[in-house]
Structures are given as structure tokens and as C-alpha cells.
């Protein structure tokens, strides 16, 4: 439940044509939380504050980036509660790599 309603936060910023960084994060967070791991909860504790900040700094959801997340989300979020663990791990590990891969390109811009 908790994840779902950070996904509508999400959701309504994107639609509103708003920066929704904090929302993103948020709900990696949340899945974090419902995994019951403390290390990598802790973890996203720590690089959160960092995140926000380069992704605000670099203008990372321009070029329709957040509608993309919006969707990946979805899908993780979907796999979560069909309780579709592997599914849902998978979704994740695109979406990371579709947000390294942009980052990538940012290093390379410089």
C-alpha cells in the first residue's frame, strides 16, 4: 500500500508537468522498506540526499525520462503485488541499468 501511494505521488507530478525527483526516490525507497533489508535500506538512506540533488543539478527528467520511470515503475510495482519476485527483480535491474546507461551519456557530454 505504502508503495502504491508513493507511485500516485510519482504519477500525479509527471502528469502535472512537475519535477517528481523526491516522489522517484521515494519509491525506491518504499520497495526497499518492503524488502526487509536493513542494509540496503540504510543504503538508500545515505545516497538519497546525493541523488536529489545531481538529478536536479543535471536536469535528469527532461526529454520525457519521468514518463519512462512512471512506466517502469508501474511494472515493478505490478510484479510486487502479483507477488512475482523474480519478475519484479528483473524489472528492477532495467530500470537501474536504463538509469545508468542515461547517466552515461551525461558523463560523456562533459
Not at 1 to 17: D, R
Not at 38 to 50: E, G
Not at 65 to 74: G, N, P, T, V
Request: charged content about 35%; glycine content about 2%.
Amino acid at each position: 500500500e505504502a508503495i502504491q501511494k508513493t507511485l500516485q505521488a510519482f504519477e500525479h507530478k509527471v502528469k502535472e508537468g512537475e519535477k517528481a525527483i523526491e516522489e522517484d526516490l521515494i519509491f525506491h525507497l518504499k520497495i526497499a522498506e518492503a524488502s526487509q533489508n536493513a542494509v540496503l535500506k540504510s543504503l538508500m538512506l545515505i545516497i538519497t540526499p546525493d541523488i536529489i540533488h545531481n538529478f536536479n543539478k543535471l536536469d535528469v527528467c527532461k526529454d520525457g525520462r519521468d514518463i519512462q520511470a512512471l512506466e517502469e515503475h508501474r511494472t515493478i510495482l505490478e510484479h510486487v503485488i502479483n507477488q512475482e519476485a523474480d519478475k519484479a527483480a528483473e524489472a528492477m535491474r532495467i530500470h537501474l541499468k536504463d538509469v545508468f546507461a542515461y547517466s552515461q551519456t551525461l558523463k560523456e557530454k562533459k
